[in-house]
């Protein structure tokens, strides 16, 4: 297969106040789609354009990439499932507190949702360089966890499920926030998809 740069299921300006529509537009058609192509590029000199199994399942299992390429099929893969899954939790009025089973797992974890949510700002402020921070279904402990990745490492490499994940590159945050990245942290959780996630968390159960 071939992959495509997914459609934003919101306009460029929709997240305007939190996210400003130059760098939607700018992380959209220039980043994302930059890992799409090196994505393609990648699967295409290991097996032609065909690949049977979908990034993910990849990323579960890069032994079986041959070793040349791992390294280039961790990088765009993980960028290409990593800001297609940014996109789809954020939304325009979003914000407020998760819902069902998962504030369920939230109190189970972290005692309470602000606190979650102090400790994965917390997490998000420090990590240096390039990287995201997680919320994951951890499947082999049967639990929610934080974690943070480096560059554009994906939980599925970790055999992690990615529920909600922080893009912390500057491109993501620069031409708006600058260098206060505590701003657009504090800001970013006023345009998530709480419904998006709630349910991605429940298909697991
Ligand atoms: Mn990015």
């Known amino acids: 297969m071939r992959y495509q740069l997914p459609k934003l ?10 996210i400003d529509a130059k760098t939607m537009e700018i992380h959209h058609q220039k980043h994302h789609q930059s890992y799409v192509d090196g994505l393609n590029q990648s699967l295409e000199e290991i ?3 065909f690949h049977p199994k979908y990034i993910t399942s990849i ?14 099929i961790n990088f765009f893969g993980g960028g290409f499932e990593n800001h297609r899954l940014f996109w789809e939790t954020m939304i ?6 998760p819902g069902g089973n ?10 309470n949702f602000n606190k979650f949510k102090n400790l994965f700002s917390g997490i998000s402020n420090s990590i240096e360089g390039s ?4 919320l994951v279904f951890n499947p082999t402990f049967n639990k929610i966890e934080i974690i943070s990745t480096r560059n554009q490492d994906s939980p599925w490499v970790l055999n992690k499920i990615p529920l909600l994940g922080l893009d912390l590159w500057e491109h993501a945050y620069y031409l708006k926030y600058y260098n206060k990245k505590e701003d ?3 800001s970013w959780w006023n345009v998530i998809n709480w419904d998006y996630i709630e349910n991605r968390f429940s298909e697991l159960l």
């Open 9 to 18: 299921p919101y306009g460029f300006d929709e997240l305007e106040d939190f």
């Open 47 to 49: 097996a032609g354009s």
């Open 59 to 72: 990323l579960s299992d890069l032994k079986s990439i041959p070793e040349q390429s791992r390294k280039k």
């Open 92 to 97: 325009p009025n979003g914000g407020g507190n």
């Open 102 to 111: 998962l504030a369920d797992s939230i109190d189970v974890y972290f005692e």
């Open 131 to 134: 990287g995201w921070c997680w």
């Open 184 to 186: 657009y942290i504090s």
